[in-house]
């Protein structure tokens, strides 16, 4: 009997952690610090001397500026840096979500979408992508959950675990129901950027009541730079979220904003890195399912890093996700960490390891099966 772990469960199992091949894992190749300083003429030299005093409340002025210049419409103000998104999110439902407040998920999520309305005593009404309808959510459906008084809806474009990404039809239909509702929205957009050329939804430009976010971790590969970032054009919403953010800690440490204005000096080309990444793991999934179509099926991804293959072996992706810790030293986390039953399995596919780990799951299933 398999037992159901959530997805920091299972990345923080000592099993997990000891296996050889991380095939579930959502950010970019990390990228070395040597590696980032290497960008830019001089960066190291001014790393070394740089000065370790309080540093300017919420965040440089600098980094700010660069992050606003992302969006065609935010202000500076509309701009908060975060400790990773994590922080970001915590921030949002803390500010601006109290009890018996419905808030619309779009599902499968990231969990804490999912807790953090919970532990805020809010009621949670998913609004679910479907396998078979190629995880595309239905508009019409949200039009139906929108009837409802809503405080707030919020979504991952690109989609984390199904990569979906809408075009701009969808966009457009779908902004144009929160439009009528005035609904709140919370459009978490890590995963946008990837693969280059992918325009990101830049929500916040497009909707008054939205709050975009976004990080370095996911397409820069800057996991354990903890950089994360709000944007809004809501001066109300943003004002609450700050008072929150005041209570707390409002500085964002000088060597992260250091190398971070580091990276968006240079996202152009850490954007290109993981690009070529990421295409050589999609040709080579795609390759790999073309020769195990009986055991496996896919959408591929519109963008970003990750993708959500159906098993159609037997037993549960759960059972599977055991055996593969115990007899192969893979580590693929499976659909029941999502709360969207057992039959999936999340590849994260921006790492330069992710072909050889394929090869490794394909020997696994040429044996045991």
């Given at each position: 009997?398999?037992?159901?772990?959530?997805?920091?469960?299972?990345f923080?199992?000592?099993?997990?952690?000891?296996?050889?091949?991380?095939?579930?894992?959502?950010?970019?190749?990390?990228?070395?610090?040597?590696?980032?300083?290497?960008l830019?003429?001089?960066?190291?030299?001014?790393?070394?001397?740089?000065?370790?005093d309080?540093?300017?409340?919420?965040?440089?002025?600098?980094?700010?500026?660069?992050?606003?210049?992302?969006y065609?419409?935010v202000?500076?103000?509309?701009?908060?840096?975060?400790?990773?998104?994590?922080?970001?999110?915590?921030?949002?439902?803390?500010?601006?979500?109290?009890?018996?407040d419905?808030?619309i998920?779009?599902?499968?999520?990231?969990?804490?979408?999912?807790l953090?309305?919970?532990?805020?005593?809010?009621?949670?009404?998913?609004?679910?992508?479907?396998?078979?309808?190629?995880?595309?959510?239905?508009?019409?459906?949200?039009?139906?959950?929108?009837?409802?008084?809503?405080?707030?809806?919020?979504?991952?474009?690109?989609?984390?675990?199904?990569?979906?990404?809408?075009?701009?039809?969808?966009?457009?239909?779908?902004?144009?129901?929160?439009?009528?509702?005035?609904?709140?929205?919370?459009?978490?957009?890590?995963?946008?950027?990837?693969?280059?050329g992918?325009?990101?939804?830049?929500?916040?430009?497009?909707?008054?009541?939205?709050?975009?976010?976004?990080?370095?971790?996911?397409?820069?590969?800057?996991?354990?730079?903890?950089?994360?970032?709000?944007?809004?054009?809501?001066?109300?919403?943003?004002?609450?979220?700050?008072?929150?953010?005041?209570l707390?800690?409002?500085?964002?440490?000088?060597?992260?904003?250091?190398?971070?204005?580091?990276?968006?000096?240079n996202?152009?080309?850490?954007?290109?890195?993981?690009?070529?990444?990421?295409?050589?793991?999609?040709?080579?999934?795609?390759e790999?399912?073309?020769?195990?179509?009986?055991?496996?099926?896919?959408?591929p991804?519109?963008?970003?890093?990750?993708?959500?293959?159906?098993w159609?072996?037997?037993?549960?992706?759960?059972?599977?996700?055991?055996?593969?810790?115990?007899?192969?030293?893979?580590?693929?986390?499976?659909?029941?960490?999502?709360?969207a039953?057992?039959?999936?399995?999340?590849?994260?596919?921006?790492?330069?390891?992710?072909?050889?780990?394929?090869?490794?799951?394909?020997?696994?299933?040429?044996?045991?099966?």
């Amino acid at each position: 009997m398999t037992e159901q772990r959530g997805l920091q469960e299972f990345f923080d199992d000592p099993a997990t952690i000891a296996t050889r091949h991380k095939m579930s894992a959502s950010a970019s190749e990390p990228v070395g610090q040597a590696e980032l300083l290497a960008l830019e003429p001089g960066a190291a030299e001014r790393f070394v001397t740089l000065g370790l005093d309080y540093p300017e409340r919420f965040g440089p002025s600098e980094l700010r500026t660069a992050i606003a210049a992302k969006y065609s419409s935010v202000p500076f103000d509309g701009v908060l840096i975060t400790s990773g998104l994590d922080e970001g999110l915590a921030l949002l439902f803390t500010a601006l979500i109290e009890p018996r407040d419905r808030v619309i998920v779009l599902t499968p999520c990231y969990p804490p979408h999912l807790l953090l309305p919970e532990w805020r005593g809010a009621e949670i009404v998913p609004w679910p992508a479907r396998p078979e309808n190629d995880w595309v959510p239905d508009l019409d459906e949200l039009a139906g959950l929108l009837s409802k008084p809503t405080k707030a809806v919020i979504t991952t474009f690109p989609q984390n675990p199904t990569g979906f990404m809408p075009d701009e039809a969808y966009l457009s239909a779908f902004l144009a129901l929160l439009e009528r509702s005035g609904t709140v929205l919370l459009s978490d957009e890590i995963y946008a950027g990837l693969p280059d050329g992918t325009a990101a939804p830049n929500l916040a430009d497009r909707y008054l009541k939205a709050v975009s976010l976004h990080g370095l971790s996911k397409t820069c590969g800057l996991p354990g730079l903890r950089l994360g970032w709000l944007a809004s054009r809501d001066e109300k919403m943003m004002g609450a979220v700050k008072q929150v953010k005041d209570l707390f800690n409002c500085y964002v440490p000088a060597p992260v904003a250091f190398l971070a204005g580091v990276a968006f000096r240079n996202e152009t080309k850490l954007i290109r890195r993981n690009s070529d990444i990421l295409e050589a793991s999609i040709m080579a999934v795609e390759e790999f399912i073309a020769r195990h179509g009986n055991l496996f099926s896919w959408v591929p991804p519109g963008a970003g890093t990750v993708a959500f293959p159906r098993w159609h072996g037997p037993g549960g992706t759960q059972a599977l996700s055991d055996q593969l810790v115990r007899e192969a030293s893979i580590a693929l986390a499976p659909s029941l960490c999502f709360d969207a039953g057992d039959d999936h399995v999340r590849f994260g596919m921006c790492r330069r390891s992710f072909p050889d780990s394929l090869a490794a799951l394909e020997k696994f299933l040429s044996s045991a099966l």
